[in-house]
């Protein structure tokens, strides 16, 4: 019975990511899209539950949800053209990317079913915990970490610069 | 018990990936295709923690290596996101049909 409920949430939760895909994809609105985009971030931290992975569910919601959507809402909004100047699509340009990306996912199926996967026997063995996480964040992964840190420092310069307006030339 | 193996968790991400790269190939508008790219990343992430999950490996490095695709996401929007709105500023558009400058 437990197991039972536990599929159907799962189930559940894969149908809110699918879905929200393919309105982040298929609609018209750039709004919309954005919207739709969340959508799925919340349901792919669903998932991250069942996979045992409560801190990153809750960094997905903070900082996917959270930042990610508002700061691509804010780009629309800020520049109030692109809210309502839908691009227009042709036929085959849908047909040959859906066609592409059809043939991607049925090689990944081949392979996922011919692999031979060495799952471990029991996976709930283990320490999840997130005191363990940080321990081998910062013992192992130290340098990585660090240079995370610098990219997203670069970056946010980096995005300063390039999105400034040029001084000297009115816009 | 669904949730409880490998498979389904790799079929959904594959599914995320090509909703993804369906719309990296389709869209026309650069911020339909940032959008595209961040389903991309979400699938990479499920996949890294799903073998982190149902493999032998210490449990933290499949969640240590979804922390940094997370953080370089954030980054990539940001620089991303200031890309866009440079050539909007320059071209009044951002159809990347119209971005052909470098073809000189």
Redesign the interface.
């Known amino acids: 019975m437990q197991q039972l409920i536990g599929d159907l949430i799962f189930l559940l939760f894969a149908a809110i990511t699918i879905a929200g895909a393919l309105m982040a994809v298929g609609l018209k609105n750039i709004f919309h899209n954005v919207l739709s985009l969340a959508l799925t971030l919340l349901g792919t931290a669903g998932i991250f539950i069942f996979l045992h992975a409560e801190f990153l569910a809750l960094v997905q919601v903070l900082i996917y949800a959270g930042a990610i959507s508002i700061a691509i809402i804010f780009a629309i909004m800020l520049s109030p053209p692109l809210s309502m100047k839908p691009v227009p699509r042709s036929m085959t340009k849908i047909l040959v990317s859906a066609c592409v990306s059809a043939l991607v996912f049925a090689v990944f199926v081949y392979i996922f079913i011919k692999a031979p996967w060495q799952v471990s026997l029991d996976p709930s063995l283990g320490d999840y915990s997130v005191v363990h996480l940080g321990e081998v964040l910062v013992e192992h992964y130290a340098f990585a970490f660090e240079l995370i840190s610098v990219v997203l420092l670069v970056a946010i310069l980096g995005a300063l610069v390039i999105a400034r307006e040029e001084p000297g030339r009115p816009s | ?4 193996q ?7 991400s ?10 990296v ?5 650069l ?2 295709i ?3 790219v ?2 991309i990343l ?1 699938s990479a ?2 996949n890294f ?2 073998f ?5 490996v ?7 290596y ?3 695709v ?10 991303g ?6 050539i ?2 320059k071209y009044r558009s ?2 990347i049909e119209k971005l052909v400058k470098l073809k000189g």
Do not use: H, T, W
């Open positions: 018990m669904i949730y409880q490998l498979m389904p968790y790799l079929l959904l594959a599914g995320l990936f090509c909703i993804g790269l369906y719309g190939l389709e869209r026309r508008s911020i339909g940032l959008i595209a961040e389903l979400n992430n499920i923690l799903a982190g999950r149902f493999m032998d210490d449990k933290a490095v499949g969640q240590i979804s922390i940094f997370i953080g370089l996401a954030a980054a990539e929007v940001a620089v996101l200031s890309i866009v709105v440079a909007y500023r951002i159809n």
